[in-house]
């Protein structure tokens, strides 16, 4: 069965950071992309990272360049978002699910379904 489990999240002060995790099972991890994307109040889903396990490319929205790093250890078949310089507008429920990955888009999930998420929430 294919799992993907996000966990990490939590409430925390804006400029704040926070490390989410990804921790996936049940295909082969270096078959996929993973990615990361974010629902907010009345919002639709949308991607905010992601990362090739082939290779180890990435892909950045424009909302998060610069503050947000993802990174994938393959040993582990985990996946970290690293966010630092958070705002409130950061706000939401991530998720994380196999993608695919482009330089200039992402998208998914390309199986399973999606998760619980990981709730964030920048206070400000």
């Known amino acids: 069965e294919v799992q993907l489990v996000e966990s990490g999240g939590g409430l925390v002060q804006a400029g704040g950071s926070l490390r989410l995790s990804c921790a996936a099972s049940?295909?082969?991890?270096?078959?996929?992309?993973i990615g990361w994307f974010r629902q907010a109040p009345g919002k639709e889903r949308e991607g905010v990272s992601c990362?090739?396990?082939?290779?180890?490319?990435?892909y950045y929205a424009d909302s998060v360049k610069g503050r947000f790093t993802i990174s994938s250890d393959n040993a582990k078949n985990t996946v970290y978002l690293q966010m630092n310089s958070l705002k409130p507008e950061d706000t939401a429920v991530y998720y994380c699910?196999?993608?695919?990955?482009?330089?200039?888009?992402?998208?998914?999930?390309?199986?399973?379904?999606w998760g619980q998420g990981t709730q964030v929430t920048v206070s400000s």
């Open positions: 699910a196999a993608s695919w990955c482009a330089i200039a888009t992402m998208g998914g999930p390309l199986i399973g379904s």
């Open positions: 049940g295909f082969t991890f270096d078959d996929y992309a």
């Open positions: 990362i090739s396990s082939s290779d180890g490319s990435t």
